[in-house]
Nanobody, 124 residues
Framework: QVQLVESGGGLVQAGGSLRLSCAASERTFRNYAMAWFRQAPGKEREFVAA???????????YYADSVKGRFAISTDNAKNTVYLQMNSLKPEDTAVYYCAAGQRVGASENYDYWGQGTQVTVSS
């Protein structure tokens, strides 16, 4: 059973930073593409960032244009954890953030497993 456990959301002022964590089983971490999506009230879920292992030790990463240069996806292989470091946060980044795992990167339909979501609120 695939389980994704997220943590790290909270309230932060505009310009601040937060780091989200998504802990997965080793099999999930190594065999699936991992991604972050977000959903703001009244809006559709949108892609934020994703990674997939291209070799055992290297990964390809992808970002939405709206977060490029501000957000960074990274991993701790020993902990089977994917992080989303969010810097220079803006009020429009306010949303529930979800971790997801799937066979390939891309649209949300590509991901089979989802975390419970963690709220990120950026005040102006």
């Amino acid at each position: 059973q695939v389980q994704l456990v997220e943590s790290g959301g909270g309230l932060v002022q505009a310009g601040g930073s937060l780091r989200l964590s998504c802990a997965a089983s080793e099999r999930t971490f190594r065999n699936y593409a991992m991604a972050w999506f977000r959903q703001a009230p009244g809006k559709e879920r949108e892609f934020v960032a994703a990674m997939r292992w291209s070799t055992r030790y290297t990964r390809d990463v992808y970002y939405a244009d709206s977060v490029k240069g501000r957000f960074a996806i990274s991993t701790d292989n020993a902990k089977n954890t994917v992080y989303l470091q969010m810097n220079s946060l803006k009020p429009e980044d306010t949303a529930v953030y979800y971790c997801a795992a799937g066979q390939r990167v891309g649209a949300s339909e590509n991901y089979d497993y989802w975390g419970q979501g963690t709220q990120v609120t950026v005040s102006s």
